[in-house]
C-alpha cells in the first residue's frame, strides 16, 4: 500500500475512533461503511482475552477474509496497553484470542446517522481495506 493509502487508514480509523461508541455501535458503523463499499467481512460477537492483561466477556469486532480485524474499542475495557488490539489488526495478533460467532448487521442509513450524527458519505471509502491493497503493501 502506498504512502496515500496508509494516510487512508490513518485518517479513516481515526474518524471512527473520536466516535462516542462502545464497540457494539462501533461494530454497526464500520459494517455499514463495509457493505457501502463492497468490502467482505463479518461482524462479530463473542469474546476476547489478551495475555497478561484481561479479558472482555462480550465483545463486538469485524473479521476480514484475509483474518485481519478490525478493532477499535478493546482498549475502552483493557486499557491502553500495546497488547491490547486497537485499529485493522493483523491475524495472528500474538497476545489476543477472539472467540465469536458472526452476526448480521443490516445498513440502515437513520441507524448510521443515530449513531454518528452524520450521513454515511462524509467518511471516506475503506478502499484500503480490500484484500488487494492488504496483499499490496506486505510487498
Known amino acids: ?3 496515500s493509502g496508509k494516510m487512508n487508514e490513518s485518517r479513516w480509523l481515526a474518524a471512527l475512533d473520536a466516535l462516542r461508541l462502545e464497540c457494539d455501535g462501533m461494530t454497526r458503523v464500520i459494517s455499514s461503511l463495509l457493505q457501502r463499499d463492497g468490502v467482505a467481512h463479518a461482524a462479530m460477537v463473542g469474546r476476547l482475552d489478551v495475555d497478561q492483561v484481561g479479558s472482555i466477556a462480550l465483545h463486538h469486532w469485524i ?4 483474518g485481519r480485524r478490525i478493532d477499535l474499542r478493546a482498549r475502552m475495557w483493557l486499557g491502553n496497553d500495546a497488547r491490547v488490539p486497537h485499529g485493522v489488526v493483523p491475524s495472528g495478533h500474538s497476545a489476543a484470542r477472539y472467540c465469536g460467532q458472526q452476526h448480521h448487521v443490516l445498513f ?4 448510521f446517522w443515530a449513531l454518528t450524527d452524520t450521513v454515511i458519505d462524509a467518511f471516506e471509502p475503506a478502499r484500503f481495506l480490500q484484500i488487494g491493497a492488504a496483499a499490496e503493501s506486505v510487498a
Open 1 to 3: 500500500m502506498g504512502q
Open 108 to 111: 440502515q442509513p437513520v441507524v
Open 63 to 66: 473479521e476480514l477474509p484475509d
